[in-house]
């Protein structure tokens, strides 16, 4: 395994030990699973969302990448459980802990158990641009169509 290395601090002991780090569970995964460090079961109300620690902080440091905090596709499409913020975003300069909006959008409550993996984090590349203001742009094929422009089918 080669991949880049990105610094990770453990902001509770039972990461390492009871709760696994995060891995990638096969050679091509592009995410790996984040657990929930909880006390004890959380029973999330049909509507309700909750902030979850993961006990992790990862300084990313590179601006040329992000976070990526995406639902587990299992939980979301069966449980309904998805995020509040429906994508969580980490800016390479965070440091702080790795917070996990978890929104439950159905009607019935679900149980979160201690450790069980919510949701999933996934390293990606960024570019930051310099806007320049500009009166007309180069035409383009599109133009400003959107929003269905094209039609349905
Ligand atoms: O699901 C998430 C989303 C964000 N964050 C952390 C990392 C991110 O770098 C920081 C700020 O996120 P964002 O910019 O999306 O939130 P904001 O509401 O704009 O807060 P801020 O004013 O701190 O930028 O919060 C999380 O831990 N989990
Ligand atoms: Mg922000």
Not at 64 to 84: E, F, M, N, Q
Request: proline share 7%; aromatic share 4%.
């Amino acid at each position: 395994m080669n991949h880049p290395k990105v610094a990770v601090k453990l902001l509770d002991p039972r990461l390492g030990d009871s709760l696994p780090l995060p891995t990638y569970a096969t050679e091509g995964s592009a995410g790996m699973d984040l657990r929930a460090l909880l006390d004890e079961a959380l029973v999330i109300q049909p509507g309700e969302t909750h902030l979850v620690r993961t006990g992790l902080a990862i300084h990313l440091a590179d601006p040329g990448l992000a976070g990526v905090i995406l639902p587990r596709s299992g939980l979301g499409h069966k449980h309904g459980i998805i995020l509040g913020n429906t994508v969580g975003l980490i800016d390479s300069d965070y440091q702080g802990e790795l917070m996990i909006s978890v929104w439950n959008r159905s009607q019935k409550p679900f149980t979160m158990e201690p450790g069980e993996r919510l949701a999933q984090y996934v390293v990606v590349p960024v570019v930051q641009v310099q806007l320049e203001v500009v009166t007309d742009f180069a035409a383009s094929e599109r133009g400003a169509g959107g929003f269905g422009s094209s039609g349905r089918h």
